[in-house]
Nanobody, 117 residues
Framework: QVQLVESGGGLVQAGGSLRLSCTAS????????MGWYRQAPGKQRELVAS???????NYADSMKGRFTISRDNLKNTVFLQMNSLKPEDTAVYYC???????????WGQGTQVTVSS
């Protein structure tokens, strides 16, 4: 079973930046898409950004222009560069991978991002 491990979360002031990493225990080429989701207290989990196996990206409207998702196949890692952070970006950020040729999803354990005003 492939596992995903997120890292890079932490406490940052409004306007600051963080880069999250999601490293898979196996090749990310086995996934047809990977994505970042977030869940704030009392709210539903929502899509932040996703990237397909061929590099096509998709962003939630509120993240466009501030967040960038990318992948490094050699490092089996997907990144989320977050700039111009706002207090409302505070949430637990989760990495998700969808297994190729199936609809099975694998989730990471999440990493906390806290943006202070």
């Amino acid at each position: 079973q492939v596992q995903l491990v997120e890292s890079g979360g932490g406490l940052v002031q409004a306007g600051g930046s963080l880069r999250l990493s999601c490293t898979a225990s196996g090749s990310i080429s086995n996934f047809r898409a990977m994505g970042w989701y977030r869940q704030a207290p009392g709210k539903q989990r929502e899509l932040v950004a996703s990237i397909t196996r061929d590099g096509t990206t998709n962003y939630a409207d509120s993240m466009k222009g501030r967040f960038t998702i990318s992948r490094d196949n050699l490092k089996n890692t997907v990144f989320l560069q977050m700039n111009s952070l706002k207090p409302e970006d505070t949430a637990v950020y989760y990495c998700k991978a969808t297994v190729r040729y199936s609809s099975r999803d694998i989730w990471g354990q999440g990493t906390q991002v806290t943006v202070s005003s």
